[in-house]
């Protein structure tokens, strides 16, 4: 009995000399003399982790502190970027790659590595240094989803269940007869969604499945780039890109501001079932209100009854929400536990306004439910005070992971940049 408790003491000596370790990682790490560029809260600080990627997408990192990273555009013919950091400074040292497909969605569960393509999903056995197995061996696991162009990064999150979900974003602005034309009615019923604009659920462990063998989880998004498996509620949410010109398609309905303000960027706790409402609808933050779209009779006042459901969470228009994480770790304060951080890459189409986004906000959560405020937590990306076009942001947030030891790393696909943010004090 002795030896038990001899045994369980040195235990929980050693896990708090390990955690301990784990909590001052950050501190140890010098950040950036100019935070790489960044506007935090007080007590944070960041560095550049690795530059000049390419257009880095979502990222994910390992127990061991790797970066795994998917690119939009091939590097010397590869897609999946693996970095790490070799001495302990918090910046990559070595680069690699694998993978001969472009896409967005990529993460770790278990054991496995999982990266889609813009039609599949494979998978990738990892060893116990977080390192994939063989990176000729991929498995492919969902194969056949649609492209075709617009809106077709296949974005990727798992549950505790076995189970992953894919977004399939609509080809399509507003599913209009003949899309993006003014004037131009919506279909009815939009035949669009019966495979893309919503999330499909598969299993991890079965191997070229389809949409004959998969579920239609949720409908009525148009396109979902963020999503994040939130294991507090043990639910899915999701953040939408709502729908573009308003004032083009239909002026005498909708003046230019309306059109650059309206609709709103949303963020959805999803259950199975679940219907969003695109394309016959778009949420109106400022009313608060579903509103039906213009294409099927909408006027920008009538509204819609609760057939779709309503938003967690409403931002301004066209912000683009590229990357949604739960924040899980300790080192932050406590207040960001199980929070949520929104990537926003920036609008295109906010004329005659300045373009708006460009920066990673944060949604603080109380017993599982948004608070009702949002707040930018980093800014700086675009480089610019007022970013009029697009083109001119040096940087555009994408995706979000979260380290070992609470870090938060944030992707730039402009310059291909690896952003780690830290708590110092």
């Known amino acids: 009995m002795k030896k038990v ?52 997408r979502h990222i994910v990192v390992n127990k061991q502190g790797a970066i795994y990273a998917k690119l939009e555009r091939l590097d010397n013919g590869k897609g999946v970027l693996v970095l790490k950091d070799t001495d302990g400074d918090g910046r990559a040292e070595t680069k690699t790659s694998f993978g001969n497909y472009i896409g967005t969605g990529i993460a770790i569960k278990g054991n496995y590595l999982y990266a889609a393509s813009n039609k599949e ?4 056995a990892l060893n116990d240094n977080g390192d994939v197995v063989d990176e000729n061996a991929a498995a492919t696991i969902v194969t056949g989803l649609i492209d075709k162009g617009q809106h077709n990064s296949k974005s990727i999150t798992l549950d505790n269940a076995g189970n992953i979900y894919v977004n399939v974003g609509a080809p399509s602005n507003s599913c209009q007869e003949k899309d993006r034309t003014k004037g131009s009615m919506g279909m009815m019923p939009c035949p669009i969604l019966d495979s893309a604009g919503g999330i499909w659920q598969f299993k991890v462990d079965q191997l070229n499945q389809s949409y004959a063998s998969g579920v239609r989880y949720a409908t009525g998004l148009r396109n979902v780039v963020g999503l994040d498996w939130n294991n507090q509620l043990n639910q899915l949410f999701v953040t939408q890109h709502g729908r573009d010109m308003l004032n083009n398609l239909f002026p005498d309905l909708y ?10 960027e949303t963020m959805y706790a999803i259950k ?52 949604l994480l739960f924040y899980t770790g300790n080192q932050f304060p406590a207040r ?48 610019k005070s007022v970013v009029k ?11 979000l992971a979260e380290g070992p030891d609470g870090s938060l790393y944030i992707s730039d696909d402009v310059k291909g940049t690896i952003y780690r943010i830290m708590y110092q004090k």
């Not at 999903?121 to 990738?124: P, S």
């Not at 295109?348 to 300045?354: E, G, I, T, Y």
């Open 5 to 56: 408790t001899q045994f369980l003491v040195f235990s929980s000596l050693f896990i708090s000399m390990l955690l301990a370790h784990v909590s001052l990682s950050a501190q140890n790490i010098k950040p950036d003399a100019d935070n790489a560029g960044l506007t935090l809260p007080k007590g944070f600080a960041a560095l550049k982790v690795a530059d000049n990627l390419g257009r880095t």
């Open 272 to 323: 199975k079932g679940d219907n969003a409402g695109w394309p016959y609808v778009y949420y109106d933050h400022i009313k608060g209100k579903k509103m039906m779209a213009p294409e099927y009779g909408g006027d920008g006042v009538k509204t819609v009854d609760d057939k779709y459901i309503n938003p967690a969470m409403a931002f301004p228009a066209h912000m683009a929400p590229n990357g």
């Open 389 to 399: 076009n697009p083109r001119d942001a040096q940087h555009r947030p994408c995706g």
């Open 336 to 383: 960001y536990k199980n929070g949520a951080f929104i990537a926003f890459h920036g609008s295109w189409n906010r004329s005659p306004l300045p373009q708006e986004g460009y920066y990673v906000v944060f949604v603080p959560y109380e017993n599982g439910k948004p608070t009702g405020k949002w707040e930018v937590f980093a800014d700086g990306f675009s480089g």
């Open 255 to 264: 003046d230019t501001t309306t059109s650059a303000e309206l609709p709103s």
């Open 121 to 124: 999903v494979f998978k990738y």
